[in-house]
Structures are given as structure tokens and as C-alpha cells.
């Protein structure tokens, strides 16, 4: 699990797609954007689409900031995943669906290892996209995830005075400004 706290769903996705890879399998692209789904990008390819998040009481993280937590913001994406078919020619052939099949492993590894176990990664389900437009490029599966954002309490600091210096200054007597020179 990491240990970094998270600012955001653009942050946590940017880490887990690191860990993913780091894993010695192909090369996946990110995009984190609500309108990215239908840009005709090849694959392997993931999309986080930020959706729906939901608020709970503070809960400490592993990975949290230091300090009071206010509350837990559980941030919502839908992920969508295309893998690649094998190109022409090669012996085992992998096809759509075998190749995103590879990529969702491979994706809920590293949530799990990045995220960490529920509460704080909650994986809500997963479904086989079906649009026409969306699956142009190939097959496409689609994982809801929620993942745990620290709220930390970020306290304005204080100055305490550590002691006073009285100068007297080239004041006015009766300018109605007070200064330590006036009796």
C-alpha cells in the first residue's frame, strides 16, 4: 500500500498507473478526464473518468496527512479499460477480450497495492462496455471504484509573541495616533 497521501483521484490514478507500470507488462496510457471515453485513443488504453463521490466521517489513513482528519472524502471514478488483440501473425493469438481481461488483472493489482484494503478502496463492480461507439477500437470493460481522501484539518498557524520592544518613535503628541512615547 502506498504511503503517500493522495490530494485527489488525479494523483492516486497517476500512482496506481505507475505501479502498473513498473509491472513488466505493456505500456498502458493514462487519461484522467470526464470527456476522454470517446477520444479515439489506441489500445492498450485507460481512461479515469472522475464520478460520484460521498463523504464519511474522518478515518485515519495509513497514508493520511499528518494531523486531525475533518472527514474522509471517498472519491468515484469509472474506469475504462481496452487491451489489445494480438497483431497478425502471432502465435498464441490474444484477442480483444483476453487482452483487456489481462489489463483488468493487471489494473486491480495495483488499486489493491496503491489503495489498500476496504474501507479505504472500495471496488464496486465491473461490467463489459457495450456502446457501439465505445468499442470501436475493441473490447472494453468498465470497473467503479471509490477510493479514500484524506480532508486533513489545515490549521492557520498562530504567532504568539515571544516578547514586546517599546521604541520610542517620532510620534505626535495629541495626532490621536498612540505610541509608546506619549504620557
Excluded at 104 to 114: F, I, P, Q
Excluded at 115 to 142: C, H, N, R, S
Aim: with cysteine; charged share 20%.
Amino acid at each position: 500500500m502506498s504511503r503517500t497521501p493522495f490530494d485527489g483521484l488525479e494523483h492516486f490514478a497517476r500512482v496506481v498507473m505507475e505501479r502498473l507500470n513498473a509491472d513488466g507488462g505493456e505500456r498502458v496510457e493514462l487519461d484522467v478526464s470526464t470527456r476522454a471515453r470517446d477520444w479515439n485513443g489506441s489500445p492498450p488504453r485507460i481512461v479515469w473518468r472522475p464520478s460520484r463521490d460521498r463523504f464519511t466521517g474522518a478515518q485515519k489513513v495509513a497514508r493520511s496527512h499528518n494531523g486531525r482528519s475533518l472527514i474522509t472524502r471517498m472519491a468515484g471514478a469509472t474506469i475504462d479499460v481496452w487491451g489489445a488483440a494480438s497483431a497478425a501473425g502471432v502465435d498464441p493469438a490474444v484477442t480483444d477480450i483476453g487482452g483487456t481481461e489481462a489489463l483488468v488483472a493487471r489494473l486491480c493489482r495495483a488499486l489493491v497495492l496503491t489503495g489498500g484494503p476496504m474501507p479505504f478502496l472500495d471496488m464496486q463492480g465491473g461490467a463489459w462496455v457495450e456502446a457501439p461507439g465505445q468499442t470501436a477500437l475493441g473490447d472494453a470493460y468498465t470497473l467503479t471504484i471509490a477510493v479514500a481522501i484524506d480532508v486533513p484539518n489545515l490549521t492557520v498557524p498562530t504567532v504568539r509573541p515571544t516578547r514586546a520592544v517599546l521604541v520610542r518613535p517620532h510620534g505626535t503628541p495629541g495626532d490621536g495616533d498612540v505610541d509608546a512615547g506619549e504620557t
